[in-house]
């Protein structure tokens, strides 16, 4: 697993990962996803390119569902995780419809890091991998990304609710869009998350700050 080009100047990658990197590798479980793509969030999209976050816990541990995007499965994956078809409810409820399938690649080309705090998991066990010190990544991606421009910050659920700390305000002095609900997950997403449109009050944010709004319907 070679650190992503864009991110690699991370002290983390100096720091912390050689240790990470070595546990995974002990580690004789299925462990998910594979190697080629648990930096595929960060591949996708260069920190100075980010518009906006939305922050998830671990991939989904169901083989064939994760490949390295927060909430985003694999296009042929039916039925649904239970928390993306809920983000699809509100997708539908906000701006009238959803994509076709699970695949949100699309939304990361358009500068939305679809980012998991933690991005390895064992095969069936949810939060397998959650003290081997992934965190210390995303604290500093948020750090990074958010000292770059402002920002649209989607924090679903107290875990994600717990990490706006380590967002910074922006080198320009403008301020970041910050929303904060409960979790899609189906304990949660009636308490807060159904009817909170995120994503037209996201488009809405960036069309006054005069930048392209986010395509989240049609690849």
């Not at 649904?80 to 699809?88: C, D």
Request: charged share 20%; net charge neutral.
């Amino acid at each position: 697993m070679t650190p992503p080009a864009n991110w690699a100047h991370l002290a983390f990658f100096e720091t912390r990962w050689p240790k990470l990197q070595a546990q995974i590798l002990a580690d004789r479980r299925d462990i998910l996803p594979p190697a080629e793509q648990r930096f595929a969030a960060l591949e996708r999209v260069a920190p100075q390119d980010v518009r906006v976050v939305i922050l998830g816990q671990d991939p989904y541990p169901t083989p064939g569902h994760a490949h390295g995007l927060s909430f985003s499965v694999e296009p042929d994956v039916r039925p649904l995780p239970r928390s993306l078809n809920n983000i699809f409810k509100e997708l539908r409820e906000d701006l009238g419809t959803a994509p076709e399938t699970g695949d949100l690649r699309f939304w990361a080309d358009q500068g939305v890091l679809l980012l998991n705090t933690v991005l390895t998991v064992p095969a069936g066990e949810a939060n397998g991998h959650k003290a081997l010190g992934w965190q210390d990544l995303t604290h500093e991606v948020l750090a990074e990304v958010s000292r770059q421009r402002p920002c649209a910050f989607l924090l679903w659920g107290k875990q994600a609710q717990t990490l706006a700390p380590h967002i910074q305000a922006p080198k320009d002095g403008a301020e970041h869009l910050m929303i904060e609900t409960a979790h899609p997950s189906p304990l949660s997403a009636r308490r807060g998350f159904f009817g909170s449109r995120p994503f037209s009050k996201i488009n809405t944010w960036l069309a006054d700050r005069g930048e392209r709004q986010i395509n989240w319907t049609h690849p």
